[in-house]
């Protein structure tokens, strides 16, 4: 069964098809531009869940052979521990255009939905002057208050070496040292007083506007969602730290045929453009961009002024260290 065979498939398909996602803003976006279009497509009813990626979940209902999510909506570094550890079904290409996508989306348990950054994202109702850099979310004194970071080493830890003068260029190989680790927890020591964790995505414009945080690492569809709603979020694209989230489907789905339908579905160009018309992720399929007006495209993360100061998020170093240090950020965090 290919990817792509779907896209004619107008059949109804029995029972519903569960699609798990990271909820908020980037849910709605997909319920209007692929779960709604594709039961109206094929009438198999799309019951949309959410997760904050934790592959333990993951692992058990494989491991028990108890699952009962279908698709699923995976960050890269975990997209490819899973595949290595047999969490997720290999998807056939046979019938798919891959050069239509995006380098780097197509991987072989899984295909990128969209092109997303996070960045670093401030209120401008509440800083007298505006944040340039990583370096300028270290320094308490000219911008006080308190900041927001993700919960977990990814993407923190990058973040930290940015601050003290890592070009993004030298990121990875800084932090595959043991004295690139030791310095980027003790940029977290000096910051660790005035950091409110966040753990969803749907908290740093939260915590942007009520003023709990005067500046948060943030998603940056998220924080475009806040504007297109009134609220004077700004995102600084200096130093934000791209990737994908890539559609896959957990080894031993019960719907198999309706998950590989659905991922066809949601790579169309046209259905895509709708998606990156709800929130500011750019689309994996590079037929859709043109599908987008210039001001649309310009928001994006993968417009190339945007892009061209950002750090690509290394999906191989994050399959090596990421359980190592995981670990130690929890027990550094517990502290």
């Given at each position: 069964?290919?990817?792509a065979a779907a896209c004619?498939a107008s059949v109804a ?285 310009a928001a994006l993360p ?34």
């Amino acid at each position: 069964m290919a990817v792509a065979a779907a896209c004619s498939a107008s059949v109804a398909l029995a029972g519903d098809l569960t699609v798990i996602s990271f909820g908020g803003a980037n849910k709605d976006a997909q319920e209007k531009a692929y779960y709604a279009p594709f039961t109206k497509a094929t009438g198999v009813n799309v019951v949309g869940g959410e997760y904050n990626g934790e592959m333990a979940k993951v692992k058990a209902m494989v491991d028990t052979h108890s699952v009962s999510w279908d698709v699923l909506e995976v960050e890269s570094p975990e997209l490819a521990r899973g595949c290595d550890e047999g969490l997720f079904e290999k998807l056939d290409y046979s019938k798919l255009n891959k050069s239509d996508f995006v380098p780097g989306a197509v991987q072989s348990c899984g295909i990128g939905i969209f092109v997303w950054s996070t960045v670093l994202a401030y209120n401008g109702d509440k800083l007298k002057s505006a944040p340039t850099s990583w370096k300028d979310f270290w320094d308490v004194k000219k911008f006080p208050g308190k900041r927001g970071l993700r919960k977990g080493a990814k993407y923190t830890l990058e973040v930290a070496l940015m601050a003290d003068g890592v070009a993004p260029k030298d990121v990875y190989k800084v932090l595959a040292t043991p004295a690139g680790q030791d310095r980027a927890f003790k940029m977290l020591d000096r910051l660790k007083p005035n950091i409110q964790w966040w753990e969803a995505g749907a908290q740093p414009p939260q915590y942007l506007v009520s003023g709990d945080v005067v500046m948060s690492s943030a998603y940056n569809g998220r924080i475009a969602s806040s504007q297109k709603e009134g609220k004077n979020l700004k995102i600084v694209w200096n130093g934000g730290m791209y990737d994908f989230d890539s559609w896959a489907i957990p080894k031993g789905s019960p719907n198999k045929d309706a998950a590989l339908k659905f991922i066809a579905f949601a790579s169309k160009p046209e259905n895509q453009k709708v998606y990156s018309q709800q929130i500011a992720y750019g689309p994996s399929n590079k037929k859709a961009i043109g599908l987008l007006s210039k001001n649309e495209a310009a928001a994006l993360p993968t417009a190339p002024q945007n892009i061209k100061s950002g750090l690509a998020v290394d999906v191989a170093f994050w399959a090596d260290y990421g359980e190592s240090l995981e670990q130690r950020f929890n027990a550094w965090a517990a502290k």
